[in-house]
DNA sequence: CCCTATTTGTTCGTATGTATT
DNA sequence: AAATACATACGAACAAATAGG
């Protein structure tokens, strides 16, 4: 019984671009319960750091959540994983 | 009885950020039927040179009128004003 | 209240990939 | 085959809002 391992990394060589693949990510964390509802996502910058990509990728993928309504952004303070 | 001269330009030093500015033009544009619904808008790169603005700026203008469903993208082929 | 660091918003330029014409 | 057009990425820069001491 081996667990299944799951690849938690963006990898630029495939045909999904990174953005999508960081939102997708984000979106499981968000599904497991980190963070929860209400906690914030990790800023743009450590995302950039976490996972390599461009600042600017990690903003659009956050936006892509944004514009789903999984997450809510204050400008300036963060983006929160939304409660509803 | 002067008519009101409405300046068509983005105005980089004004607190609406350009790419607002600038979907707020082609909303205009598309209002008065220029162009008209089925017709391609100006190509990214169009907008770049007659509204002096990034390429990329210009392409995010156009993205919120898609979100709007004002316009319809198809990739490679151009932007075009929606019918219904 | 002030200063600083952090964080998001936006722009620009450049480069590459992919789809359409 | 070539030109055009959209999609995406990266990096650098500055503004504006927020958070913390």
Redesign the pocket.
Known sequence: MSATVRRVT?D?DS????????AAILRDRIASGDPAPGA?????????QEY????????????LL?DEGLVE???????FVAKH
Do not use: F
């Open positions: 963006v630029h045909a999904v671009p990174p953005y999508r693949q960081l914030a996502l990790p800023s743009a910058k450590t995302l950039r390599g990509v461009a600042e600017t990728t990690a903003r659009k993928a956050v936006a944004r952004t204050i400008m300036g303070g963060g983006s």
